[in-house]
């Protein structure tokens, strides 16, 4: 598949700075991908996404200050799920500057079996975009082709874009998950910038 | 409601796997093939390894036949309940009598239900249960004596007199001091009843289940389903299964069968259409 496999360091994540947080300097930024698999109305009795629930709701956790989302509207409802579980200190308006959480995912045709059917063109498309999240590359994000992205069914591309837009300061990702288990790719990612 | 079958504890919306195990030589399904001990034993640890949580154990068929007394009954299946419940203490223990006196054995060895098959026969049945803190099943035969076939017995509506006679049963059991968790109603499909009255019960069962005390129904491979279909024991297990799945959408709790995994299988497919239970699950279309 070329996925890159699950990576967590939480030790890593750096703790703001609390002057930053006082004065909202600093913003943190967190993707998360729009799986449905995550609301409770299609829990099963087997949670076939915990390893990504785990990640998606440590990261919201690390959100701080009101929390502004960017997802379509079916993201929207898995944002919101994830901000209502999540023991983070979102909500309060001294705790820091905004924070965003975005929802959007890469290409659902990475398999025989994926929801889109194999397209090798997934491949290449996810690789450009992990590489932009991870650096993160700022312009390669905004400049993601949504008519592509549409053809490989991928999440939210307009949300991927934006974070060329939100990340202006931002330091290399925190990996919380990256991986494609059903033939979708999955990220879930923090930043902390500095703006 | 909460089902207590003596040690053993249920959540509201738990079903029940009794799996019948018989030490008789007779019965009309397995003829005998558990008859030797050994076989039986054989048959609770194959039935407890397809996830039954109940075995309801049995010295007596229900059909006519040689007369049993009590204390060849409690040499069937007395110390056989002492060797189950050693070696599968999670297991509920069941044990098919209406006799008082071997239902005080049998939870003297360790068996947590008393099935009174024949409907209160034996009125101090429901005594014992409430000594030993035991569950009772509470059947409606319509009077019957036990191991007579129903001839000529109609109703004016079947199903009111199952629940008038479950109730009034469960109820008594109650005041005799079982824990009201531990009453279990049971319409006894073919036990007093034509095919007609079997079907009617089958059809109308949430009628019983809207009594709130919990349901038990024994369907597995019996002639009402035979009747229908036209078909010998042996050939019953879809019609079987067609009548377990019409019992669990009205929300039946206890399913007395042969085949354990197939009933499972329908049980739980039939109360997660209901919304009763979750899938498994569920991914696709979800990614």
Same mark, same amino acid.
């Not at chain 2, 509506?157 to 008038?164: L, Q, R, T």
């Given at each position: 598949m070329g996925a890159p496999g699950i990576v967590r360091d939480v030790s890593a994540v750096p703790e703001p700075d609390s002057q930053q947080k006082r004065h909202g300097l600093s913003r943190r930024v967190v993707?998360?991908?729009g799986v449905l698999a995550l609301l409770p109305e299609y829990a099963g009795r087997t949670d076939p996404v915990a390893e990504l629930r785990e990640a998606c709701v440590a990261a919201v956790s690390w959100l701080t200050g009101p929390v502004e989302i960017v997802a379509d509207a079916q993201g929207r409802r898995v944002a919101e799920h994830l901000l209502a579980v999540s023991s983070g200190s979102t909500g309060s308006t001294d705790a820091g500057g905004t924070s965003y959480l975005v929802v959007a995912n890469g290409s659902a045709c990475r398999s025989e079996k994926a929801p889109g059917h194999l397209d090798e063109r997934s491949f290449g498309f996810d690789e450009e975009v992990d590489k932009a999240l991870r650096t993160p590359d700022r312009a390669a994000l905004s400049g993601l082709d949504e008519a592509l992205g549409a053809e490989l069914w991928a999440g939210n591309v307009s949300g991927l874009r934006r974070l060329g837009e939100l990340l202006a300061g931002a330091g290399a990702a925190v990996v919380d998950y990256a991986d494609d288990p059903f033939g979708v790719q999955y990220w879930v990612?923090?930043?902390?910038c500095a703006s | 409601m909460t089902l207590k079958l003596r040690r053993h504890e249920f959540a509201d919306d738990a079903t029940l796997m009794m799996a019948i195990v018989n030490r008789t030589p007779d *019965?009309?399904?397995d003829k005998g093939a558990t008859w030797a001990e050994d076989k039986a034993f054989e048959r609770v640890a194959h039935v407890v390894s397809q996830g039954a949580e109940i075995v309801d154990i049995g010295g007596i068929k229900a059909a006519p036949g040689v007369e049993i007394g009590a204390e060849e009954e409690k040499d069937r299946v007395v110390d056989f309940v002492v060797r189950v419940r050693e070696a599968f203490p999670g297991l509920v223990i069941s044990v098919d009598t209406w006799?008082? *006196?071997?239902? /005080? %054995?049998v939870c003297e060895a360790g068996a947590d239900v008393l099935n009174d098959a024949w409907g209160g026969a034996d009125p101090e049945l429901a005594d014992v249960a409430a000594a030993y803190d035991a569950a009772i099943i509470c059947t409606h035969t319509g009077g019957v004596t036990p191991r007579t076939r129903p001839y000529r017995i109609e109703y004016d509506?079947?199903? %009111?007199?199952?629940? /008038?006679d479950t109730v009034a049963y469960a109820e008594r059991a109650v005041a005799a001091g079982v824990d009201p968790r531990s009453a279990v109603i049971d319409p006894a499909h073919d036990f007093g009843k034509n095919t007609f009255h079997s079907l009617e019960l089958t059809r109308r069962l949430d009628e019983m289940v809207a009594t709130g005390w919990p349901v038990?129904? *024994?369907l597995s491979n019996k002639d009402f389903v035979g009747e229908t279909l036209d078909l010998p024991v042996g050939e019953r297990l879809t019609g079987t299964l067609a009548a377990t799945a019409v019992c669990a959408l009205a929300g039946a709790r206890i399913y007395r069968v042969h085949e354990v995994v197939e009933t499972r299988q329908v049980v739980d497919m039939v109360n997660t259409i209901a919304g009763r239970r979750l899938? %498994?699950?569920a991914i696709r279309g979800l990614q």
């Open positions: 993707l998360v991908p990612m923090r930043w902390e | *019965s009309f399904y006799r008082a *006196s071997v239902g /005080a %054995a509506d079947v199903v %009111a007199a199952a629940i /008038a038990l129904v *024994s899938p %498994a699950r």
